[in-house]
């Protein structure tokens, strides 16, 4: 059994993850595939193990039982001989570089100005050239409409322009895959269309995406596929028309009269 080849071109394969911490079990048998390209938005109750997931995805949880598959990697582990070897930090950190994590609260750097945030990691991970780094970061910033903010603090952004700013500095690395947790959530209402609006430009660009949110108007529109999670486990998943026009699991029923 070879780790990549059973991978078949998804960005994402997630088959029976279990997870928990201590005695909650919080996946409870995760099964699902991401292509690459897509957009796929997951909706659930709080609690439900929606982060968690995304943070299985990236590396920063380790999963109990199961297997999780990232950008063609089987993760935390090698395959040699019929087994499972864990791999070291270095490896983890290899593979983590090529996936963007946007996080609820914009955990930007509050020393750095919005530039610096967003030179960061490619000049000093990647130890790419400072003229190049700086030459695309500009471009980033530009790409999330801030290019007269470069020189800004997060102090002095809105949460909308923060949360742009924490896009375009996942995007710098260049990853494969973005994550997004609940990107809006913290925002006031009249500030999340912004930020939507920049995840949308990239959904297009063709970006593999996968959106924890409560925006059903946004995974109607941009997604190409709706999973809804309860108790840690995938309760139903269609294209968006389907499932929120028409579920038919009356946990998702549920969850929809109360959100839409
Ligand atoms: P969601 O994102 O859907 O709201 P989470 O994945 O954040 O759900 O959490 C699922 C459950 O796991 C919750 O009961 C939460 O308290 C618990 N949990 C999450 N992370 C940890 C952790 N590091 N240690 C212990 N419990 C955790
Ligand atoms: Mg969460």
């Known amino acids: 059994m070879s780790t990549a080849d059973e991978t078949g071109g998804l960005m994402v394969r997630a088959e029976a993850v279990h997870k928990s911490f201590g005695r909650l079990e919080v996946l409870r048998g995760i099964d699902l595939e991401v292509k690459s390209g897509e957009v796929m938005c997951v909706v659930g109750p709080s609690g439900s193990g929606k982060s968690t997931f995304l943070r299985c995805i990236n590396h920063l949880e380790k999963i109990d ?5 990232v950008n063609g990697h089987l993760v935390g582990y090698r395959e040699s001989g019929g087994r499972l070897y864990e791999l070291r930090d270095r490896e983890v950190a290899a593979q983590r570089r090529d996936i963007g994590m946007v996080f609820q609260r914009f955990n930007l750097f509050p020393h750095m100005t919005a530039l610096e945030n967003i030179m960061e990691a490619p000049y000093r991970v990647k130890r790419q050239p400072k003229a190049e780094v700086r030459s695309r970061s500009l471009a980033l910033l530009e790409r999330v409409g801030l290019s007269d903010k470069a020189g800004s603090y997060p102090a002095q952004l809105s949460g ?4 742009r700013v924490a896009i375009a500095r996942a995007l710098a690395m260049e990853p494969a895959l973005m994550l997004f947790d609940e990107p809006t959530s913290a925002l006031d209402p009249e500030l999340v269309g912004e930020v939507l ?10 970006m593999t995406m996968v959106v924890v949110t ?4 946004f995974a109607r529109e941009v997604g190409d596929s709706l999973v809804f999670m309860d108790g840690g486990v995938v309760v139903e998943q269609g ?11 009356p946990r998702t029923r549920d969850f929809l009269s109360k959100v839409l």
């Open 214 to 217: 409560h925006e059903m108007g």
């Open 160 to 163: 909308g322009q923060q949360q």
């Open 65 to 69: 039982a199961g297997r999780l598959w």
């Open 197 to 206: 609006e920049v995840m949308k430009q990239l959904a297009l660009d063709g």
């Open 239 to 249: 294209t968006p028309g389907d499932v929120l026009t028409e579920p038919r699991h």
